[in-house]
């Protein structure tokens, strides 16, 4: 079945320095990917996604690119806020306009002064 | 601007004691799922529903009960809770059209001992 594979945390970083965080994927056809971002004591909420190959998303600074060819959809930053600590979730929907999103583990983004 | 409402927050259970997860959303949304956030495991789909009246099982069913009455509502029922349920719950709805951007509530964290 389909899967989302994350780097683990905790991931901690000063303010300012360059953030990746790794995801990759395995689904049939052709999913569509998201990064979802987890503030402290809040639900989940859609950060950027792509929904085909080549694609870029974008938001708040963050973005991420669509790779098939490596199923990969890591996200980047170029400059962290302490603002930007939090837990982030790299997740897929299947390929034929389904519903059900597949999540990853969580990885937990701490960004110190 | 409440969008989707969890209750309760926090709740401790004992083994075989049952309880019903409250959850409604007022965006007038089609779809309402429900999700579970154990450590390091990334969150499981329990149940989801695509409109009132119909419910379906996810990866993790086994131990709970949904039903969607109406298009607000979605709660989602424990029967004889064990251990293996100590959990965060999370509530989440989706609109057609837009249906992979998840609105998420803010989570119910259950111990059952």
């Known amino acids: 079945g389909d899967s989302v594979t994350q780097m683990e945390g905790p991931v901690t970083l000063s303010e300012e320095a360059f953030l990746t965080i790794n995801c990759t994927y395995t689904a049939t056809g052709y999913p569509s990917l998201f990064w979802y971002v987890q503030y402290p004591g809040e639900g989940l909420q859609l950060l950027l996604k792509a929904t085909k190959a080549d694609d870029k998303g974008s938001n708040k600074g963050f973005e991420a690119t669509y790779r098939k060819e490596t199923t990969s959809f890591h996200l980047e930053k170029g400059s962290v806020q302490v603002s930007d600590s939090a837990v982030y979730f790299c997740a897929l929907s299947p390929g034929g306009g389904g519903n059900k999103l597949t999540f990853g583990t969580g990885t937990q983004l701490k960004v110190e002064l | 601007n409440a969008g989707v409402t969890q209750t309760p927050k926090f709740r401790i259970l004992k083994i075989g004691q049952s309880m019903t997860l409250q959850c409604t959303q007022d965006?007038?949304?089609?779809?309402m799922y429900w999700y579970r956030q154990d450590p390091g495991m990334g969150l499981k789909l329990i149940y989801y529903?695509?409109?009132?009246?119909?419910?379906d099982k996810g990866e993790v069913p086994n131990g709970y009960n949904v039903s969607r009455s109406t298009t607000e509502d979605f709660p989602l029922r424990l029967e004889l809770a064990a251990p293996s349920q100590t959990s965060v719950y999370f509530c989440?709805?989706?609109?057609?059209?837009?249906?992979?951007?998840?609105?998420f509530g803010s989570g119910t964290q259950l111990s059952v001992l």
């Open positions: 529903s695509v409109g009132a009246g119909i419910t």
């Open positions: 989440a709805s989706s609109g057609v059209g837009n249906h992979e951007k998840l609105f």
């Open positions: 965006m007038n949304h089609n779809y």
